[in-house]
């Protein structure tokens, strides 16, 4: 009885280790970093269908960020898209009033990718039509 006492206890010990180390695996720094920004006023968010163009379906929000971009001022912006298979990604372009665009991509849902955060930035960002930065 005592031998599967004990037996039991370091099963539980290990299991809880395992668990702990996993965690400190499982941050994502740019996750991390999206979470702990500083939040710039919204221009919305858009949420496309399989195979809506950005520059379509979200006229009024690229407006948006022209116009910060043009003001010198900060602004946020919330995309999601489905991939070819379906699943949700998310990204978010930060303008920030030094005119630069960064861009999140939360690409957790999608079980085709690393199923990580990604980060890109631009300086002289010429997405007006369409956002991007060369990654």
Request: hydrophobic share 35%.
């Given at each position: 009885?005592?031998?599967?006492?004990?037996?039991?206890?370091?099963?539980?010990?290990?299991?809880?280790?395992?668990?702990?180390?996993?965690?400190?695996?499982?941050?994502?720094?740019?996750?991390?970093?999206?979470?702990?920004?500083?939040?710039?006023?919204?221009?919305?968010?858009?949420?496309?269908?399989?195979?809506?163009?950005?520059?379509?379906?979200?006229?009024?929000?690229?407006?948006?960020?022209?116009?910060?971009?043009?003001?010198?001022?900060?602004?946020?912006?919330?995309?999601?898209?489905?991939?070819?298979?379906?699943?949700?990604?998310?990204?978010?372009?930060?303008?920030?009033?030094?005119?630069?665009?960064?861009?999140?991509?939360?690409?957790?849902?999608?079980?085709?990718?690393?199923?990580?955060?990604?980060?890109a930035e631009c300086y002289t960002p010429e997405?007006?039509?369409?956002?991007?930065?060369?990654?």
């Amino acid at each position: 009885m005592a031998a599967v006492s004990m037996r039991a206890r370091l099963v539980a010990v290990t299991l809880t280790s395992l668990l702990v180390a996993g965690c400190g695996m499982l941050n994502d720094p740019v996750k991390e970093r999206w979470e702990s920004r500083t939040e710039f006023s919204r221009c919305g968010e858009v949420s496309l269908d399989q195979g809506e163009e950005m520059r379509k379906q979200a006229a009024r929000e690229i407006a948006c960020l022209q116009r910060a971009l043009k003001n010198g001022e900060s602004a946020e912006l919330k995309v999601a898209y489905p991939t070819v298979e379906g699943d949700p990604i998310r990204e978010y372009y930060r303008l920030t009033p030094q005119g630069r665009l960064e861009v999140y991509t939360d690409s957790t849902d999608d079980q085709y990718s690393d199923q990580k955060w990604s980060f890109a930035e631009c300086y002289t960002p010429e997405w007006l039509a369409e956002i991007s930065c060369d990654r």
